[in-house]
């Protein structure tokens, strides 16, 4: 999820209820909240867990709450972020995977601090996010079974791109309730062929209703399938490496969101008027994708 925030800079509760009906709407399976793309590394640990704690009581219970705010460098601090945020009701809390070593540390560390993590952490379900900022640290597949065999972890967030390192991952914690998402579109299609349990990303954030078609639907209708595929993929590949997250929030702007491109990470300025032509070519695009889905809009 995003985090809207006021022009005064604060997050703005009145917008951030309205984009929750926008998610649900679109009938996701989940929302991740306080994540990246929700800009927690600029949140302080009372907006973190406001946020969570707001999403939470919003959705009354509707669909599965997960949430992170895991940015702390002491691992005390983490621990406690983490206590924290259990507390505020949300399904799941997801341990950012870079926070728990560092880029030079060692696998064995890594797992030490986890183990911290589990014996000082309430028995609440918890799971991974492996986050590319600060750095991009992926859990190897024998630590992930031995993550699986615990029986405290039951989701990650996979942003290796690679389909032989998600094939290898599912099959170590298969049998269990351990589930992968993919974070990558381009990678998306031929990991749900085998055994990924859904889509976890940035592009959920333009037309999640497309995407949760795809995945509901990429077994029956191969027409179709690859033709929605293939609009995502360049979708994504126009979108990522524009400035998200303004140009997400622009996207919900024409989608009836009353979201403003304030963010903590990128100046509004710098989004220009020919990069918001862009966006509104693509919504165009997707409207027309919703309408041959029949796909009932949401605003």
Known sequence: ??????????????????????YL?????????VCQSSEMFYLSLSERLQIASFIRKKTDRYTPVIASGHISVKLEDQIYELKAMADT????????????ANREESDDIWKTNV?????EVPDIPLGFYECPYPYNRLISPDLLEWCSETGRFYFLKDTSCNLEEIKTKIKVVEGGDFKIFNANMETLLESLK?????????????????LVWLTRNWGGKP????????????TSLAF??????????????????KILLNSRVKEASQFTPSQKKKVKQFYTLSSKYKKRYHLVPRN
């Open 1 to 22: 999820m995003l985090t809207p925030f006021t022009e005064l800079n604060k997050v703005d509760y009145v917008v951030l209820e309205q984009m929750i009906g926008w």
């Open 25 to 33: 709407k679109s009938q996701v399976s989940g929302l991740f909240a």
């Open 89 to 100: 009701g949300v399904d799941a809390v997801i341990l950012v995977t870079n926070r728990l």
């Open 115 to 119: 183990e911290s993590v589990l014996k």
């Open 194 to 210: 085998f055994g990924v349990a859904g889509y976890s990303g940035v592009m959920a954030n333009f037309f999640p209703e497309l």
């Open 223 to 234: 027409d179709r399938v690859k033709e929605l595929f293939e609009f995502l993929k360049v």
């Open 240 to 257: 990522e490496n524009q400035l998200y997250p303004l140009n997400a929030k622009y996207y919900m702007q024409l989608d009836g969101v």
